[in-house]
T-cell receptor, first 114, second 116 residues
Framework: NAGVTQTPKFQVLKTGQSMTLQCAQDMNHNSMYWYRQDPGMGLRLIYYSASEGTTDKGEVPNGYNVSRLNKREFSLRLESAAPSQTSVYFC?????????????FGSGTQLSVL | DQQVKQNSPSLSVQEGRISILNCDYT??????FLWYKKYPAEGPTFLIS?????DKNEDGRFTVFLNKSAKHLSLHIVPSQPGDSAVYFC???????????????FGKGTHLIIQP
């Protein structure tokens, strides 16, 4: 079982470049999430999608856009990368929004912006 | 304002002993709590959870205790093993979405090191 798959695993960008982080899940989950992890900061929610066709801002959405392409895929786009966006990005999914269901995480994308 | 706090960035425990990881929260709307374990270069994986209607949940070597009045929970690992060395995140959510942001709210994590 693949679970939650993220691509790429590593990426180096120059300031001002754009890129899209891809995420796909094969668990037929309705809800998907993007988090970033910074040293000493834990995981912070960037954007989430409670169901196909909906997206909402999380705690730290500035500088990012998302697309829920279909039920399986949820992408995160950096339009103009900044050094402050250097981080490890995790995609996650769960069966339904809210509730007591746990999140399943991908293995992460390590992004460096120079 | 940090709603989920893990005040110990790291903890070193001898193999075979008990590891106790602590977590405090401030949001009284949280009623479901989870612990995640994370190895380097991997995503967090679910470990154990507890609902606010309980004060204890046990799964093998792992037990989570919840003290609602103190807004405090702890994870006990007995006995600690070398493979338990990882970063542990405490997380919280509202079981029924109150209309605010969905997802889990995480603490900053505690790096547990099991000494042989």
């Amino acid at each position: 079982n693949a679970g939650v798959t993220q691509t790429p695993k590593f990426q180096v960008l120059k300031t001002g470049q754009s890129m899209t982080l891809q995420c796909a899940q094969d668990m037929n989950h309705n809800s998907m999430y993007w988090y970033r992890q910074d040293p000493g900061m834990g995981l912070r929610l960037i954007y989430y999608s409670a169901s196909e066709g909906t997206t909402d801002k999380g705690e730290v959405p500035n500088g990012y856009n998302v697309s829920r392409l279909n039920k399986r895929e949820f992408s995160l786009r950096l339009e103009s990368a900044a050094p402050s966006q250097t981080s490890v990005y995790f995609c996650a999914s769960r069966g339904r929004p809210g509730g007591t269901e746990k999140l399943f995480f991908g293995s992460g994308t390590q992004l460096s912006v120079l | 304002d940090q709603q989920v706090k893990q005040n110990s960035p790291s903890l070193s425990v001898q193999e075979g002993r008990i590891s106790i990881l602590n977590c405090d929260y401030t949001n009284s709307m949280f009623d479901y709590f989870l612990w995640y374990k994370k190895y380097p270069a991997e995503g967090p994986t679910f470990l154990i959870s507890i609902s606010s209607i309980k004060d204890k949940n046990e799964d093998g070597r792992f037990t989570v205790f919840l003290n609602k009045s103190a807004k405090h929970l702890s994870l006990h690992i007995v006995p600690s093993q070398p493979g338990d060395s990882a970063v542990y995140f405490c997380a919280a959510s509202e079981a029924v979405s109150g209309g605010g942001a969905d997802g889990l709210t995480f603490g900053k994590g505690t790096h547990l090191i099991i000494q042989p």
